[in-house]
């Protein structure tokens, strides 16, 4: 089975249609998916200007998307390196409970679903990179806030799991994602849980 950066060369390769090259964009998906497959996918083609069911889409839209994907692995990587290194000087000090990034971590291994969204149409404006780096500083700085790590928004309603979402907790209102709830204040988390799903739809 064909790696990321494997899978990356095929997306470059002038030889291959834009269709196969589409199909390459769309595997690269399964090894890294920020947001998960479907909304990760809606948000590249967004960004990058061509339609999410477009079979043969430009060549040069397609390689928008794959350096805006590549990039944001990028900073996951680096992430990952930084997180492994940490957890080993913490192994070597004695310290072997898990943290609250520790649980993030684990849940998000891969590159898979590290920011859910509420829905595949409902996602961050920001590039994949900045969303990543918000969150992950966010996550690090071990301090809960009551606005969204993302798009700094204060409104949040409480969204149980769903077949496009499977996680359940608080989603933002005005950016979509689902804030880990170790990152907000018990404040934030109370008026999440008092709007509710309908809140959410209605923003």
Request: net charge positive; glycine share 8%.
């Amino acid at each position: 089975m064909a790696g990321f950066r494997a899978l990356a060369q095929q997306v470059r390769n002038p030889r291959l249609v834009a269709t196969q090259r589409r199909t390459a964009l769309r595997k690269c998906l399964e090894r890294f998916a920020p947001y998960g497959h479907r909304t990760t996918w809606h948000h590249l083609c967004t960004r990058a200007g061509f339609a999410a069911h477009d079979r043969s889409p430009d060549p040069e839209r397609l390689m928008a998307a794959l350096a805006e994907l590549e990039e944001a692995r990028t900073v996951w990587l680096a992430y990952e390196r930084q997180f492994a290194a940490r957890r080993r000087r913490e192994k070597h000090d004695g310290i072997r409970q898990p943290s609250a990034l520790d649980d993030w971590h684990r849940r998000t291994w891969g590159g898979c679903d590290i920011v859910p969204c509420a829905s595949p149409q409902r996602h961050p404006a920001a590039q994949l990179a900045v969303v990543l780096r918000r969150m992950i500083a966010a996550m690090e700085a071990g301090r809960p806030r009551r606005d969204c790590p993302v798009c700094g928004g204060t409104r949040f309603a409480w969204l149980p799991g769903t077949a496009d979402c499977p996680a359940s907790g608080p989603a933002c209102r005005e950016c979509g994602v689902m804030a880990p709830a170790s990152v907000l204040t018990p404040e934030a988390l109370s008026a999440a849980r008092t709007g509710g799903a309908g809140a959410f739809a209605a923003a």
